[in-house]
C-alpha cells in the first residue's frame, strides 16, 4: 500500500473540488482548513455520501448548512437547466453535483495508475451518521466559497473524507 495515499487524495481533491466550482459555477473555492480529523460521527442540513472500492476503499461526503445550500442551490439548478424552486429536485441535485466531484477525483486518481470505483451517491440530509475510527482513517477539508467576483461571501463547504485503514483484498 502507498503510504501517501492519503496525501495523494487531500491535494487531489484540494485541486479538483475549486476547479469544478469555478468551472461548473463560477463560484471559488478556497481552502481554509484541512486535516485529520476523530469526529465519530457526522450531521449537516445538506449532506451526501459517494463510496469509492478498489485499490483504496472509502467515502467522500460533501456537506453543507443551510445558508450554504441556500445560497449554492439556485446556482447549481441553473447549471444543470433544472427549476430550483421545485424542492423535489433539491435533493437529487445535489447528489448528482457531489457525485460530478466524486467522478472527478477518481478520475485524477486513476491518472496515478490506481484502480478505483465510485458507487452512487447517497442522501444523508438531516441524519446524524456514525463514523468508525477503528476501521477508517478520518481527514475533513473545509472550503470558503464566494461568487465569481469575490464580494459575496457563499458559505462553507465541508469535505469529509474517510480512508479504509486496512483495505479489503478483491478477488
Do not use: W
Not at 457531489?98 to 477518481?106: C, F, S, T, V
Not at 470505483?117 to 442522501?123: A, F, G, V, W, Y
Not at 469535505?159 to 479504509?164: A, F, G, S, T, V
Amino acid at each position: 500500500m502507498d503510504p501517501l495515499i492519503d496525501e495523494k487524495f487531500i491535494l487531489t481533491v484540494s485541486q479538483v473540488l475549486p476547479d469544478h466550482f469555478y468551472k461548473t459555477l463560477l463560484v471559488f473555492a478556497e481552502r481554509e482548513a484541512y486535516g485529520p480529523s476523530k469526529n465519530e460521527g457526522l450531521c449537516f442540513e445538506n449532506c451526501t455520501l459517494v463510496e469509492f472500492v478498489g485499490d483504496i476503499n472509502g467515502k467522500l461526503y460533501l456537506a453543507l448548512d443551510g445558508y450554504t445550500k441556500l445560497k449554492l442551490l439556485p446556482k447549481i439548478a441553473k447549471a444543470f437547466q433544472i427549476d430550483p424552486t421545485s424542492r423535489a429536485h433539491s435533493a437529487s441535485i445535489m447528489m448528482e453535483f457531489a457525485n460530478q466531484i466524486a467522478g472527478k477525483l477518481i478520475t485524477e486518481m486513476r491518472l496515478g495508475r490506481y484502480e478505483i470505483d465510485i458507487l452512487p451517491p447517497e442522501n444523508l440530509n438531516h441524519k446524524l451518521v456514525p463514523i468508525s475510527l477503528g476501521h477508517f482513517r478520518q481527514y475533513i477539508l473545509i472550503f470558503n466559497l464566494k461568487d465569481r467576483r469575490g464580494d459575496e461571501y457563499m458559505g462553507r463547504l465541508y469535505l469529509i473524507l474517510l480512508l479504509e485503514k486496512f483495505p479489503t483484498p478483491q478477488n
